[in-house]
């Protein structure tokens, strides 16, 4: 069982092709997170409806389910916005076409338990839309950057997301 509480967030606009899987991928993680939210920038799709179907599922493995709707700046500032209203200690970031493999909460959450790191990335599956796949491999850089960090696979604690936030361009 873990000892760490987990949030996770996806925040999504006009997801309704993939979400699903995304929200699947949670359900179904060997180590359940403590909480999960999705975060619609106010989608003009079915994304909402789709995601508010998996409500019963959430409630019977007693985790508790996020479906928040409204107008927001970009991803940025709706992952800002889900840091704040998390209740866990370890917040993970899965993008609603993305899906974690069954372990990857459980992985994180052992090695935070191992050493209280501040953020942790991990390699990705990438599938092209022709089937073909291959790992992207994460590594540490002197600075950390897009090219060698998979933001899907990031869970970072959530104090410092609150005291260092996303830098957005939030238009007026």
């Known amino acids: 069982m873990n000892k760490v509480k987990v949030s996770v967030l996806t925040v999504c606009l006009n997801a309704e092709k993939t979400i699903a899987r995304t929200i699947e991928s949670v359900l ?61 200690e370890l917040v993970g970031q899965i993008n609603s076409d993305d899906w974690y493999e ?28 022709s089937g073909k796949s291959w790992i992207k491999e994460a590594r540490v850089d002197k600075f950390v950057n897009s090219r060698h960090w998979n933001h899907p696979t990031q869970f970072t604690r959530r104090e410092l997301l609150i005291k260092k936030p996303y830098a957005c361009k939030c238009m007026s």
């Not at 409806?49 to 991803?75: T, V």
């Open 28 to 88: 179904n993680q060997s180590c359940l997170p403590y909480e999960y939210f999705v975060i619609d920038g106010k989608s003009s799709d079915k994304t909402v409806e789709i995601a508010k179907r998996y409500s019963n599922d959430f409630l019977k493995k007693k985790i508790n389910y996020h479906i928040i709707s409204e107008k927001d700046n970009g991803m940025y500032d709706a992952l800002n916005k889900g840091a704040k209203l998390a209740k866990g």
């Open 102 to 129: 069954p372990f990857a909460i459980q992985k994180m959450s052992d090695l935070y338990e191992k050493t209280g790191f501040d953020m942790a990335y991990a390699d990705i599956r990438m599938i092209q839309s």
